[in-house]
Structure formats: structure tokens, C-alpha cells
């Protein structure tokens, strides 16, 4: 039987597969080919993509602009693909830090509020029943409340996650443990979704 499906993909998470990707074999992840190689046979509704723009500072660097501009280009990327959509969620704020060896202060992108973002459009859509089946394509443990909340609703989520120590990509175990089921994405499966 099919399964009406929508997958939520957490951006940071999926740059982190793609870092992964490219240093084991100098390969870049297709967004689109993913999307293919999860729903398989089923019914693909959407692909969700959650993500802030990335950080520019007052007087933003020549390496901060290039960067918001590439993202740019990649997020008017996804919303031309069949069924795919780019969501515009949280933001990426500077978070001052110091190098442990020189010892000298700089400030370090980090991300806010995406995952809150992905957690309450899952709840909502569980909530209005529009798929039968949700896949997270993230690693992140704060999602585990609203996995919960969305299976009270009688849909099915599946995590799609990547483990490997070596490399420091990890899928959040609690996370995992919650949902319907979990799909452990090895070297070769995102081999299979990279561009060619």
C-alpha cells in the first residue's frame, strides 16, 4: 500500500551530509535525488526544506556576502524543483568565541530557532492529517517532543539519520528511539543521491 509522504529536511543537518559526502568522496548531495531515493514508490507531497540565511555582519566581509549569496542562489534552487519548497525559518546569529590554541576572540556563526520552525509545521501538519507518513531527514534531540506529539495523531515518522563517529555526524539516539522507525543512511545511499 502507499503512503502519502512529506519530507522535512533541517538544513543545517543536511549541509553537515553534504560535508560528509564530499570529504569521503568528493561528491555533492542532490536535495532532489534524496527526496527520489526516500519516498521510493510512495507519493512524494513535498520536501520541506528548513533554513536561516547565512550570517552577515553590519559591515558584512567580501567571504560573508559570497556566502549569502550562494545560499541564495541554492534556496531559489530547491523551490524550482517538482514538489520541492525552501522555508525561510530562524536565523544565524554571532556568538563570540575564543581559538583554544591562540587564544584569540572571534565571532562564530550559529544557527537559532530552525528546528523550533521544522518541530511546529510537523505538529501542524500531523494535526490536519495531510500525509500518512512524515520523514525528518535531521539529528537533532529537540525534535523529539514533536515527533511524539505528531504519532499522537496517528501518522508515522521516520528519522533518516547518518552516524559516524570518525567523522563527528550523528543522529540523535532519543530522537530515533521515538519515532515510528529509522533509517540509518550509510556512504553508499548518499553516494546514490549525489549529483552527477
Aim: glycine share 6%.
Amino acid at each position: 500500500m502507499t503512503s502519502k509522504v512529506v519530507i522535512l529536511v533541517d538544513g543545517g543537518y543536511f549541509d553537515n551530509l553534504n560535508y560528509y559526502l564530499r570529504n569521503r568522496t568528493g561528491k555533492k548531495l542532490s536535495l532532489e535525488k534524496l527526496s527520489g531515493k526516500i519516498v521510493g514508490s510512495d507519493i512524494h507531497l513535498r520536501t520541506k526544506f528548513y533554513n536561516a540565511y547565512p550570517y552577515q555582519g553590519d559591515n558584512p566581509t567580501q567571504k560573508e556576502k559570497e556566502n549569502y549569496k550562494g545560499a541564495q542562489r541554492f534556496f531559489y534552487t530547491i523551490n524550482r524543483f517538482r514538489n520541492h519548497e525552501f522555508f525561510n525559518v530562524g536565523r544565524v546569529k554571532a556568538k563570540p568565541c575564543e581559538c583554544p590554541h591562540c587564544k584569540k576572540e572571534f565571532l562564530k556563526p550559529e544557527q537559532k530557532g530552525v528546528d523550533v520552525g521544522l518541530a511546529l509545521d510537523l505538529v501542524k501538519m500531523a494535526r490536519k492529517k495531510v500525509a500518512d507518513k512524515f520523514v525528518l531527514v535531521c539529528g537533532d534531540e529537540d525534535l523529539t517532543a514533536a515527533v511524539e506529539m505528531a504519532q499522537e495523531e496517528l501518522c508515522n515518522v521516520v528519522v533518516y539519520y547518518v552516524s559516524d563517529r570518525e567523522q563527528k555526524i550523528y543522529g540523535s539516539k532519543k530522537l530515533c528511539d521515538v519515532a515510528s522507525d529509522r533509517v540509518r543512511m550509510d556512504l553508499a545511499f548518499l553516494e546514490s543521491c549525489a549529483l552527477d
